[in-house]
């Protein structure tokens, strides 16, 4: 609570229940510090029928809809990707409330309260599915890497040894563009594929000429020939690749950064530029307890006893507990 006086914002990402046995609720720190801004991040908000179920990122992205738009036509709901998009997008959400919530007592003076779930904004990253069964009362179904209204669009092998590249066609004007550059302008005029509705349709034998076409080049030389016809093209880089990639070099997107424990490392460097003030590098990430006496003695007043009597009692520290007992 000595924190809490001198503090902005708290955020918990407990269970709903948690902070009331902890005595650490809105009610609790409010009354330590009116102006506070509180955010408590739960799986599926505080009020409603779910709000006491526990979840990590797995549970809601299956229960926002997420994972049944992302296999790829050829298994069930076990063949998804474990990475949990919805981890992202709630931090990024909880941020940009954090900073309305900030703006708003800049304006009035006071605190607020924020009740944010995980479940609710990771909808809305499947509006146009949401929308259609709105509109359509239609269940849409995993796509895989196509769409809906271009076509020809996927992921295809190319030389090497898993390597692969993507494309997207957006209109008959851009169809007639690949033709040419993969060599067989002739399916322009094809029946199959005249024009995007026909292409959609018969997508699977529009795949077989360009994986001929992807299958005898590098994924570079692929990208290149379609970005220079104005076509949209990505190759699927591994960790190596973006490392030694040219343009995430020269626009200084990464970052050697010493860590005390770690050493000297790699890291991604901040994803935007400021032209009007310069910014500073990364910190390495926190060692364990690293800040402990700032933000216990310099911002919540504690005495050098108390700090003391908090690492006799394993409270606080810079050695994780139970180290050397592990088996």
């Not at 902005?8 to 609790?28: C, K, M, P, R, W």
């Not at 709630?90 to 006071?110: C, H, P, S, W």
């Amino acid at each position: 609570m000595r924190v809490i006086k001198v503090s902005h914002v708290f955020l918990s990402n407990q269970a709903v229940g948690v902070a009331e046995q902890l005595g650490i609720t809105y009610a609790d720190v409010s009354r330590v510090n009116p102006d506070i801004i509180y955010l408590t991040s739960t799986g599926y908000g505080r009020t409603g029928p779910y709000a006491r179920r526990v979840a990590m990122g797995n549970t809601i992205d299956a229960a926002a809809g997420l994972f049944g738009l992302r296999d790829y036509g050829d298994g069930d709901g076990t063949s998804v990707s474990p990475n949990t998009h919805c981890d992202s997008i709630a931090a990024v959400t909880n941020a940009f409330a954090i900073l309305a919530a900030i703006y708003y007592r800049q304006k009035t003076g006071k605190g607020m309260f924020i009740d944010a779930s995980m479940v609710e904004p990771s909808m809305s990253h499947i509006g146009e599915a949401i929308m259609d069964y709105s509109m359509n009362k239609r269940i849409s179904q995993s796509l895989g890497n196509r769409h809906a209204s271009m076509s020809p669009q996927g992921c295809y092998r190319c030389q090497g040894e898993d390597e692969w590249v993507t494309l997207s066609i957006a209109s008959d004007k851009e169809w007639r563009r690949f033709t040419s550059v993969i060599g067989k302008p002739q399916l322009a005029e094809d029946e199959r594929f005249r024009n995007v509705t026909a292409r959609v349709k018969n997508q699977d034998d529009l795949d077989k000429y360009i994986k001929e076409w992807t299958e005898n080049h590098t994924k570079f030389e692929i990208v290149e020939l379609l970005q220079q016809a104005g076509i949209a093209s990505g190759m699927v880089s591994n960790n190596a690749d973006i490392y030694r990639d040219p343009h995430i070099i020269e626009r200084g997107c990464l970052e050697l950064i010493e860590h005390p424990d770690a050493g000297p490392h790699t890291y991604a460097a901040r994803p935007w530029k400021l032209k009007k003030t310069e910014i500073p590098p990364r910190r390495h990430a926190p060692c364990l307890g690293e800040h402990n006496e700032y933000v216990l003695r310099e911002l919540a007043g504690l005495t050098r006893e108390e700090y003391s009597e908090l690492e006799k009692e394993g409270i606080i520290g810079t050695e994780p507990l139970g180290t050397g007992n592990w088996t």
